[in-house]
């Protein structure tokens, strides 16, 4: 059984790649639909790219830590970097007229339409964003 | 990613194929799109019938290369979608951006 | 580029195939033969998998941590446990006559094959194993 | 790790794939021969053609094999090993505990 997975990398776009093949070869254990599994590793995805890029700037010294954590009922990722978070409610809907055409903004929003609940923490050594999927459905 | 360029009539299509994301350093779709754009190609299908995965950078893939077509005068059309890519488009009403067709042929006959 | 990666878990042998594929990904961006990677990852997993049973007698609530390292010229791993280590020296060779046909005692004689360097690591928390891995030949 | 039981006369073939590991939670080799000779069966050929990756104690199944198939009063003999699979029985000096065949027909006949 898995409890808590602790992955800590510097702030390069290829650890993405990494950590989800590490996430794909954990939820083997659990009997998830390959769909599903897609849309978590796309959101595992969208939430380490945004550390990296908005969180850390693209500075390759500043870390990221993803935290995947499980129970009998939930599997809870925790995607930390090292700045100061934004807010959540002045993020524009891409899926408005006027934002449609965009080539950016969809990361959180899909993250928001395929796990089961998001929150935004923040702490001294920087910000963090908690993914919820739900086991039993 | 991959991708293989074939003319159809007056038709160019882009075959893609594998994962169209962020990290593994090959989004290169827009680029390219822009080298077909510059050699003056006005109708173009994209073939999505073997992506296997995509991101919110791959979604930007296709509105940039949709937008690109738009400023050079040409039309980007889609076939082949999986389900997943088509739930996708759905999901972040993308849908209602592009022209999609279930085969290539279809989408070539249509211009 | 990989600089520093640390990948921390608890004791379940499981583990040991997501580190592996962690690893696959990772290395992608070297130019290694395919030969090579697949002993690199044995001698990972023979490492992962003695931290765990070995190290950490298989409790558990005992964290392993494996440590990926590299710069132009090496990877460096690191596998910590929470033991008290062994004696190398006391290590029987099982490529004798006598030992042929026991069923363990294979794993640090392969990684020795396979990587280009071992050394054994203690410190104040656990034992460690480091294995070099020279990227220029 | 999978397997296939094959029966070539009087010679049971135990077709493996896969990877044979540690960890995966499958490492049953050594369960599925013991069936085997529990049913009386006394020749048998293991075939690797398809073992993708084995690791120390894939290696310990393939002794535990050769033992306990000893203890029956049976024998066990490999075929179709990868150049991957025979440099591990080369290092580990397998090779010399094991008849190994560049076919399972050959190992069939071997008996
Ligand atoms: N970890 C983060 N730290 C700081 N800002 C963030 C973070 N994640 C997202 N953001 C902000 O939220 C915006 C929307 O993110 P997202 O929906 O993923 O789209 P995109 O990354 O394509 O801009 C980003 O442009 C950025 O301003
Ligand atoms: N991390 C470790 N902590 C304590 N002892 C270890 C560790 N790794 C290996 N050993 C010791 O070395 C022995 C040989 O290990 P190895 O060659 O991997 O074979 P096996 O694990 O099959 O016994 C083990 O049986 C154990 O006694």
């Not at chain 1, 769909?35 to 959101?43: H, K, Q, V, Y």
């Not at chain 1, 380490?48 to 390759?60: K, P, T, Y």
């Not at chain 2, 109708?43 to 949709?66: N, P, Q, R």
């Not at chain 2, 690109?68 to 999986?82: C, I």
Request: charge should be negative.
């Amino acid at each position: 059984m898995l409890n808590k997975v602790s992955i800590l990398f510097q702030s390069d776009l290829s650890m993405t790649d990494c950590v989800e093949e590490f996430f794909r070869t954990a939820v083997k254990r659990w009997d998830l639909e390959d769909d599903r599994i897609d849309w978590i590793a796309l959101s595992l995805r969208e939430a380490v790219n945004n550390a990296i890029i908005h969180g850390n700037s693209n500075l390759f010294e500043k870390k990221v830590e993803v935290v995947m954590e499980a129970n009998e009922k939930n599997i809870v990722f925790k995607i930390w970097d090292e700045g100061r978070g934004f807010d959540i409610n002045s993020l524009p809907d891409p899926t408005t007229e006027e934002n449609l055409l965009r080539p950016h903004g969809r990361g959180i929003f899909l993250i928001s339409k395929f796990v089961d609940g998001v929150k935004f923490i923040c702490r001294e050594t920087g910000f963090g964003i908690e993914l919820k999927v739900n086991l039993s459905k | 990613m991959k991708y293989e360029v074939l003319e159809k009539g007056n038709v160019t299509v882009i075959k893609l194929s594998g994962r169209i994301t962020l990290g593994s350093g090959d989004v290169k779709l827009r680029d390219k799109l822009v080298e077909e754009l510059e050699k003056g190609k006005k109708k173009i299908v994209l073939d999505l019938g073997e992506v296997s995965f995509m991101d919110s950078a791959g979604l930007g893939e296709l509105v940039a290369a949709y937008t690109s077509a738009k400023r050079h005068g040409a039309q980007v059309k889609l076939s082949n979608l999986t389900k997943k890519i088509d739930d996708l488009l759905d999901i972040t009403r993308l849908s209602s951006v592009f022209e999609t067709y279930n085969s290539t042929e279809e989408a070539v006959k249509s211009f």
